[in-house]
């Protein structure tokens, strides 16, 4: 992939299979500026097809996550060039829901801080989420006369409770990591001190199982959320028979073996051994 320099408002670092993809504009809470969207665009590009990247986890420089779109670089430095904003809006749409929510492998959000606004959607995205415990998260559109940017109605609406996004987008209330929690618009919060090390613990577990087999299954979920017993029945078994066949590890026959012949693996019990293949 490109070296991380050469992205001045993304910042990258991989180590150990996990790498961490940073909006890098910590003076400004990470908001969105064209160059964050531009460079996350190619970045995720890259990383998809990145031996070295095993997890990825989404996050933001300094002690922010993102307080959503720089309203004045976004909105108003191109409010008179049609052709500029049409490039913009669709670069955001595209790494913070389409290439985020169809990421090839696993996907954590670390919500270390603020997250406001259209920050909501490429939480959502990730396959899952932390937050520190005294992260502040809001949809404060309201009090400008706004809706909450973009896809995000339809992302708090998947997330969380129904009453929970309809008080918090109606009175742009904010709400800490905790909460976020107990709503489940997150998996987990945890104090900030400990942030950094549940995510790396999450992630090392996430790097014991297949690949093909993490990537197949979160697709399986997203797609039969919207999909009746029949299709759904129908998909999944399309979807086994595709990740047979794409697995390059033959995970199936692994813990069959495991659990049948070796009796070294009991679910609940103890652990896979993942059999790691070459590329």
């Given at each position: 992939?490109?070296a991380?320099?050469?992205?001045?408002?993304?910042?990258?670092?991989?180590?150990?299979?996990?790498?961490?993809?940073?909006?890098?504009?910590?003076d400004?809470r990470?908001?969105?500026?064209?160059?964050?969207?531009?460079?996350?665009?190619?970045?995720?590009?890259?990383?998809?097809?990145?031996?070295?990247?095993?997890?990825?986890?989404?996050?933001?420089?300094?002690?922010s996550?993102?307080a959503?779109q720089?309203?004045?670089?976004?909105?108003?430095?191109?409010?008179?060039d049609?052709?500029?904003?049409?490039?913009?809006?669709?670069?955001?749409?595209?790494?913070?829901?389409?290439?985020?929510?169809?990421?090839?492998?696993?996907?954590?959000?670390?919500?270390?801080?603020?997250?406001?606004?259209?920050?909501?959607?490429?939480?959502?995205?990730?396959?899952?989420?932390?937050?520190?415990?005294?992260?502040?998260?809001?949809?404060?559109?309201?009090?400008?006369?706004?809706?909450?940017?973009?896809?995000?109605?339809?992302n708090?609406?998947?997330?969380?409770?129904?009453?929970?996004?309809?008080?918090?987008?109606?009175?742009?209330?904010?709400?800490?990591?905790?909460?976020?929690?107990?709503?489940?618009?997150?998996?987990?919060?945890?104090?900030?001190?400990?942030?950094?090390?549940?995510?790396?613990?999450?992630?090392?577990?996430?790097?014991?199982?297949?690949?093909?087999?993490?990537?197949?299954?979160?697709?399986?979920?997203?797609?039969?959320?919207?999909?009746?017993?029949?299709?759904?029945?129908?998909?999944?078994?399309?979807k086994s028979?595709?990740?047979?066949?794409?697995d390059?590890?033959?995970?199936?026959?692994?813990?069959?073996?495991?659990f049948?012949?070796?009796?070294?693996?009991?679910?609940?019990?103890?652990?896979?051994?993942?059999?790691?293949?070459?590329?």
């Amino acid at each position: 992939m490109a070296a991380a320099e050469t992205y001045e408002a993304v910042h990258v670092e991989k180590e150990g299979g996990i790498t961490w993809l940073m909006i890098n504009r910590p003076d400004k809470r990470n908001a969105m500026s064209p160059q964050v969207h531009l460079e996350m665009d190619a970045v995720l590009d890259d990383l998809a097809v990145d031996s070295a990247t095993e997890i990825l986890v989404l996050t933001g420089a300094g002690n922010s996550f993102c307080a959503g779109q720089d309203s004045k670089l976004y909105f108003r430095a191109n409010a008179g060039d049609p052709a500029a904003r049409h490039k913009l809006r669709r670069a955001s749409n595209n790494w913070r829901w389409q290439k985020l929510s169809t990421f090839p492998k696993p996907t954590i959000a670390m919500v270390n801080g603020y997250c406001f606004g259209g920050a909501f959607t490429q939480v959502t995205a990730c396959d899952i989420a932390l937050a520190a415990d005294d992260a502040m998260f809001g949809l404060s559109e309201v009090n400008w006369g706004i809706l909450p940017g973009g896809i995000v109605p339809w992302n708090v609406a998947q997330t969380m409770n129904y009453r929970d996004a309809l008080h918090y987008a109606m009175t742009g209330d904010s709400f800490d990591g905790k909460q976020a929690q107990q709503m489940g618009f997150v998996d987990f919060s945890y104090p900030k001190e400990k942030l950094r090390e549940e995510t790396i613990k999450l992630a090392k577990k996430l790097m014991e199982k297949s690949p093909a087999t993490l990537c197949f299954t979160k697709e399986a979920i997203r797609a039969v959320r919207f999909m009746n017993e029949p299709q759904a029945a129908d998909y999944l078994a399309a979807k086994s028979d595709a990740l047979r066949f794409n697995d390059k590890e033959h995970s199936r026959e692994e813990g069959m073996k495991q659990f049948l012949d070796e009796k070294s693996y009991r679910p609940g019990y103890g652990h896979f051994k993942r059999k790691r293949v070459s590329a």
